[in-house]
């Protein structure tokens, strides 16, 4: 991927660049639709991902290319003095110059050439990466003092304020932060991170991800209507968010609930956040092959108590557990997206195999399906 930035770059702009900065897409093994309910997420960067090739030009401006477009954006300065001035995947950069000026850095104009293999739309964050790997770029292009602690709230900034896109804090902090070999424990409130080993490798693990492929079936409408459950819950409840009413405190939280539907919801947030807790403690522990319930239990719960699967989905995960995976679970908002699948190394081909065959007895639209391990986050190459 690195050489075809480059390539992209001198065959662009007729020039070398001065560097290269990549940055991953990411899974997020546990947690789901816990991030706005102030609670706990559990990603790990993917092998896949985002370089930006750049240089510096003289002035404000900003010329980006991807070879994902035909053609080249520029943008200048004034072009970066509100959100929404630049349009379309271009925004995605313009924003993170925006947001960087806003904080009161000295960015230099520069020109960008981007190639990329994390599949966009997927739920593998291949937006946040894009962030990540131009906020590199432009930090150390323009020499500015942003450490990496301070990036992921910036890049968020850039998303939800310039683009428009309403996100939480986990894709960025996971492209930017992740590590090799562990995964990324964040509370949502706090924004604390802690490294947690998470090296399939070395136990002879893999996981499997499967790119569903399914239409995302009124994503946004469902996900505004199950953040506005949550927070009126949290309201009935008395408390700041979901996140404060602990596993213990569950039945009598749900006594106190009006409807059935309000309860499911509750339940799930509540439940999941618990298992991302316990899915830490046994990593800690070294137990990474005794995870696999946990990540089924996520399933189920995503499926039965927060109706957020599709048939593709919950095929793909029935298929691996049958084929032998330790775990299986939806990974992302819902409606489509990704499964993953904890395999043994040696049986990865033999489960994809059988998701595929499983896809097919149903006539959907074939999956596309890799193996990942824990790769690092945001880095010059
Ligand atoms: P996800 O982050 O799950 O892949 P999003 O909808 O959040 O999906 O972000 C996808 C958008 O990000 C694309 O539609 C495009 O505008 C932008 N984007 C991401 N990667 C690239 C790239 N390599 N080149 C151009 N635009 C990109
Ligand atoms: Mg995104």
């Not at 081909?349 to 391990?373: H, K, Q």
Request: charged share 20%.
């Amino acid at each position: 991927m690195a050489e075809r930035a480059e390539t992209a770059f001198r065959s662009g702009y007729a020039e070398p660049p001065a560097g290269r900065w990549a940055a991953p897409g990411r899974v997020n093994l546990i947690g789901e639709h816990t991030d706005y309910n102030d609670g706990y997420v559990l990603p790990f960067a993917l092998p896949l991902r985002t370089v930006v090739a750049a240089a510096r030009q003289d002035g404000p401006t900003w010329t980006v290319r991807s070879e994902l477009a035909d053609e080249p954006v520029t943008f200048t300065a004034d072009e970066v003095t509100g959100p929404g001035r630049v349009t379309g995947w271009a925004a995605y950069v313009a924003g993170v110059v925006w947001a960087l000026r806003e904080a009161g850095h000295d960015v230099p104009g520069a020109r960008l050439a981007i190639a990329s293999d994390v599949p966009l739309g997927a739920g593998l964050s291949s937006s946040a990466a894009l962030e990540a790997a131009v906020l590199a770029a432009l930090v150390d292009l323009g020499g500015l003092d942003l450490p990496a602690e301070d990036r992921p709230r910036l890049a968020k900034r850039a998303e939800n304020a310039y683009v428009g896109a309403p996100t939480g804090i986990m894709d960025q902090s996971a492209t930017i932060r992740c590590r090799a070999g562990h995964a990324l424990f964040l509370d949502c409130r706090t924004e604390a991170v802690e490294h947690i080993p998470f090296d399939l490798a070395a136990a002879s693990l893999a996981i499997l991800v499967v790119d569903s492929r399914a239409p995302h079936r009124h994503a946004d409408g469902e996900y505004a209507a199950r953040r506005a459950t949550c927070e009126r819950a949290a309201d009935t409840l008395g408390v700041p968010a979901l996140r404060d009413v602990s596993a213990d405190g569950l039945a009598a939280a749900l006594d106190r609930l009006p409807d059935d539907e309000t309860r499911r919801r509750v339940r799930h947030v509540v439940t999941e956040n618990q298992r991302v807790l316990e899915t830490v403690d046994l990593l800690r522990a070294g137990g990474i092959r005794e995870i696999g319930p946990l990540l089924t239990a996520s399933h189920a719960s995503m499926r039965d108590d927060f109706a957020i699967t599709v048939p593709e989905i919950d095929t793909a995960v029935e298929a691996a557990l049958a084929a032998g995976a330790l775990g299986a679970r939806m990974t992302g908002g819902g409606f489509g997206g990704c499964v993953l699948a904890l395999v043994d190394a040696d049986r990865t081909e033999a489960v994809a195999a059988a998701v595929t065959a499983a896809y097919s007895d149903r006539g959907f639209t074939p999956p596309t399906i890799f193996t990942a391990l824990p790769a690092p986050g945001a880095t010059p190459v």
